[in-house]
């Protein structure tokens, strides 16, 4: 039963911090205003749009999140679903995840990177029912589940048909039809004796060291966001250590307080019994006997045993208050460390 409510906590608090990167509802009130990719059909602005319609859309049409942010931080951040007709999206990468259900992604914040700050999510983010785009983006990261999930994209199919286009457009011109020149007429020049030193750039040519520059502060970029996931993730391990050793501290004082009482009782045992054998008035070993028969219920029992069980129950006592401290230290320490990791 312990294990099991143990689990529960623990669980609950993991799931509680992975939701930090899902939006929960869509609530802003705001209006949707078209742009170059989607475009309005009533009144010059878009229309909500449910989110369970959003893996269901129909051809030509197209979905908006839009993320409304006080720049003050006097009020919550919202979101919502807009839509309309889909614009120009050639300038834009249609981004997938294999395996993960298209309206999970809906509710799922989009991250240009691994291990951004839960806040630090795109802000516009478009769907089609097929695929995700935002703006300048051909990969993204989302969270599902709690585990990131990259999207990956392809060239837009636009952009390759241009370039496909532009090299059709300039055929090859046959050697046969080449222009021949005359050795006589000085307004004509083979292109193997043209003066190529008038095409030099100023530009400095790359070598090693740029390119090794270069890979080294992409290193660099790689393991910051590396380093924002571990913070996190180790940010959650401490929060559900804290609650497990909260709980322990909390079951370590129960048995404290027991064997305070135990002590407690047997205490008050042993000040009647001295109090009755050394009274200098009643001073008698059969009074003491007959207390120690009628209260302890025990006649094989001495006075030393009685105290002996006291000793015992004070150790019992010192024992589960150190265990009680520790845990509730540990409790302390993981919780100020959540918290230090969580703000970073």
Same mark, same amino acid.
């Given at each position: ?6 689990? &529960?906590?623990?669980? @609950?608090?993991?799931?509680? +911090? ?15 205003? *078209?742009?170059?990719?989607? /475009? ?7 229309? /909500? ?18 993320? =409304?942010?006080? *720049? +003050? %931080?006097?009020?919550?951040?919202? $979101? ?11 300038? !834009?990468? *249609? ?30 983010? $478009? =769907?089609?029912?097929?695929?995700? $785009?935002?703006?300048?983006? @051909? ?34 011109? #046959? ?8 050795? $006589? ?18 530009? *400095? ?18 393991? +910051? %966001? ?54 200098? %008035?009643?001073?008698? #070993? ?5 207390? !120690? ?16 069980? !006291? ?28 918290? &230090?990791? +969580?703000?970073?």
């Amino acid at each position: 039963m312990k294990r099991s409510l143990l689990m &529960v906590l623990c669980l @609950s608090v993991v799931s509680a +911090f992975a939701s930090i990167y899902d939006i929960d509802e869509f609530t802003a009130k705001d209006a949707g205003v *078209p742009d170059d990719y989607i /475009v309005a059909e009533f009144g010059g602005e878009l229309k /909500v749009a449910p989110a369970d319609e959003v893996s269901s859309l129909q051809s030509g049409r197209l979905v908006v999140r839009q993320k =409304f942010e006080d *720049p +003050f %931080g006097e009020s919550e951040t919202s $979101y919502q679903l807009y839509q309309g007709g889909k614009g120009d999206l050639s300038s !834009m990468t *249609p981004m997938t995840a294999e395996g993960v259900d298209y309206s999970k992604l809906v509710n799922a914040k989009l991250y240009t990177r691994r291990g951004a700050a839960a806040d630090k999510d795109v802000e516009k983010v $478009y =769907f089609d029912g097929k695929a995700v $785009y935002a703006p300048g983006l @051909s990969t993204a990261v989302v969270y599902i589940d709690g585990k990131a999930v990259e999207l990956k994209g392809e060239a837009p199919a636009a952009a390759e048909e241009e370039e496909e286009e532009s090299v059709a457009a300039a055929p090859a011109v #046959p050697s046969s039809q080449a222009e021949e020149c005359d050795e $006589y007429d000085p307004d004509c020049e083979d292109d193997d004796d043209e003066d190529y030193s008038k095409y030099k750039t100023s530009a *400095p040519v790359e070598d090693d060291r740029d390119y090794a520059a270069s890979a080294a502060a992409s290193d660099v970029g790689d393991r +910051f %966001g590396i380093a924002d996931e571990v913070r996190f993730w180790t940010a959650v391990g401490l929060s559900a250590l804290a609650v497990t050793a909260a709980v322990v501290g909390i079951m370590q004082h129960s048995k404290a307080n027991e064997a305070k009482d135990a002590y407690d009782n047997l205490s008050g045992l042993n000040s009647q019994i001295l109090s009755a054998c050394h009274d200098p %008035g009643e001073a008698n #070993p059969a009074k003491c006997e007959e207390i !120690m028969a009628s209260q302890v219920r025990q006649e094989a029992w001495t006075l030393r045993d009685l105290q002996r069980r !006291m000793e015992e129950d004070k150790k019992t006592q010192d024992s589960y208050t150190s265990a009680r401290n520790i845990w509730f230290g540990v409790s302390a320490a993981a919780i100020a460390g959540a918290v &230090v990791l +969580f703000v970073w």
